[in-house]
């Protein structure tokens, strides 16, 4: 089993768990959204393009609410499937859904009280490491100060280079990279003046 089966395998736990109408991290969205999400984003590829590119946000937005009205655990039973044989996801998978089944895992996860990080293997923390300082470098670019990503085993990487002050994010791989994809709920040290601090937090981290 992939790192991104494995991620897909506990996400799909976590929506069952959680039932069709749980609060996500992701704004307003319900876990009967996020799932109508990956199944449009896997499933539907003529209405995908509006997740990255506003010109076709309000098609892909229809899209999204027609299939959110299946019933979920059809939805969750697709995501369960992963992508079909025809759609490109189906050979990138173990390449681009890494990031993408663990963050929004941890959507449905963060959102419930009394979540705590999960334990997870080397080889996963690597490989959100790796994610986290590429996603980091999109994610921080309007940072009007420094932003240096930092592990908790040494390694580090400057994301953001500015004159002046700079903020020092620090934690596991995990944590940094769902910080750099906009989540606030997260279990990190910040290094730096109260206000950088604030600055970053407070930062529009979407790409």
Not at 133 to 155: F, I, K, N, Q
Not at 169 to 185: D, I, K, Q, V
Request: glycine letters at 6%; proline letters at 5%.
């Amino acid at each position: 089993m992939t790192l991104a089966q494995h991620e897909r395998a506990e996400l799909v736990l976590s929506l069952t768990a959680a039932g069709e109408s749980a609060p996500t991290l992701c704004g307003d969205w319900t876990t009967r959204d996020l799932a109508a999400h990956l199944v449009v984003r896997e499933r539907r590829l003529d209405a995908a393009p509006g997740i990255l590119l506003p010109l076709f946000d309000s098609y892909t937005q229809k899209v999204q609410n027609e299939v959110a009205r299946r019933p979920f655990s059809e939805l969750v039973a697709e995501v369960a499937a992963g992508p079909p044989v025809w759609s490109p996801f189906k050979v990138l998978d173990p390449l681009v859904n890494v990031g993408e089944m663990f963050v929004h895992h941890e959507d449905v996860r963060r959102a419930q009280s009394g979540w705590s990080p999960r334990l997870l293997s080397a080889d996963l923390q690597n490989r959100l490491w790796r994610l986290a300082t590429v996603v980091g470098r999109l994610a921080y670019r309007r940072s009007p100060v420094g932003v240096v990503l930092e592990t908790l085993d040494g390694r580090s990487v400057t994301v953001k280079r500015a004159g002046g002050e700079q903020v020092v994010l620090a934690g596991r791989p995990s944590e940094l990279l769902l910080h750099a994809f906009g989540r606030s709920e997260v279990h990190l040290d910040r290094t730096g003046n109260a206000a950088s601090i604030e600055a970053v937090d407070d930062l529009d981290r979407s790409f």
